[in-house]
């Protein structure tokens, strides 16, 4: 059963009973700000977990700490979403650092339904990195339907099994917003309570790394057609 699209803001706190949100973050090789990060999402609410393949961090935070070894990549955070109990659940990168009224913004956007994120792509032809169009959250006024988000998905837990963004590698990431996702709407929403903070050294980062870059460049445009032929089926 899909959830039901609500014709407003969810009521929040001091109005009502406020969903309760669960909080994954993944983390691999980006430990610096991590304690800063973890601390800043524990502000806003209680439910909190990292899914960890560093096998490095150490917190005295009251935070759920679940370490994997070897690393599975990215499929970490949707192996300890299972394990958390949020109405809502929002899974973000280690480099977001949440600001104060995030969580609330992103309550008051879910009547839209579907996945909200706070960074998309259109796609709009065969070029993913010439022909997308990227949106980020404090850069628009009114919320944005996009193909894709990334850096954070903000979903109901009746969602969970479609919220696969990297569900392992850049490849298989893109795969699924262009298979699997389209049969379940993605926005990006206005807000600009939080920040990216910069990344760190990482060889393997898709917009770092050229061998990925054309990688991805190549299955986006064999992939293209047949997503363009679903949506018209579908749509």
């Known amino acids: 059963m899909w959830p039901v699209r609500r014709k407003g803001p969810v009521e929040l706190e001091g109005k009502g009973t406020m969903p309760k949100v ?9 430990l610096e700000n991590l304690e800063r990060i973890l601390a800043a999402w524990l ?5 909190v977990w990292l899914a960890d393949s560093s096998g490095k961090f150490e917190t005295k935070l009251p935070i759920n700490h ?12 949707h ?5 958390t109990e949020g109405d809502y659940m929002i899974k973000a990168d280690d480099d977001v650092l949440p600001k104060p009224g995030l969580i ?34 404090r850069e ?24 696969l963004r990297g569900c392992g590698t850049s490849i298989e990431d893109l795969f699924w917003h262009m298979k699997a996702f389209p ?22 980062c898709l917009f770092r790394n050229r061998t990925a870059r054309v990688e991805r460049e190549r299955f986006y445009k064999t992939y293209y057609t047949e997503h363009c032929k679903w949506t018209r089926q579908n749509t």
């Open 22 to 30: 669960s909080v994954v973050v993944s983390t691999y090789r980006r």
């Open 183 to 204: 049969r379940v709407k993605k926005f990006v929403v206005p807000t600009g309570a939080y920040e990216q903070l910069p990344e760190s050294d990482d060889r393997e």
């Open 66 to 77: 679940v370490r994997f070894s070897p690393d599975p990549g990215n499929k970490t955070r």
């Open 79 to 83: 192996a300890v979403a299972l394990l």
């Open 43 to 47: 502000t806003q609410v209680n439910d």
């Open 140 to 163: 628009i006024t009114q919320p944005k339907e996009v193909d894709m988000v990334g850096i954070l998905t903000f979903a109901p837990r009746e969602f969970l099994a479609f919220d």
């Open 104 to 137: 609330e913004a992103l309550l008051n956007y879910s009547y839209l339904g579907g996945i909200l994120g706070l960074m998309g792509r259109t796609f709009q032809g065969p070029r993913y990195y010439g022909n997308t169009t990227p949106f980020r959250a």
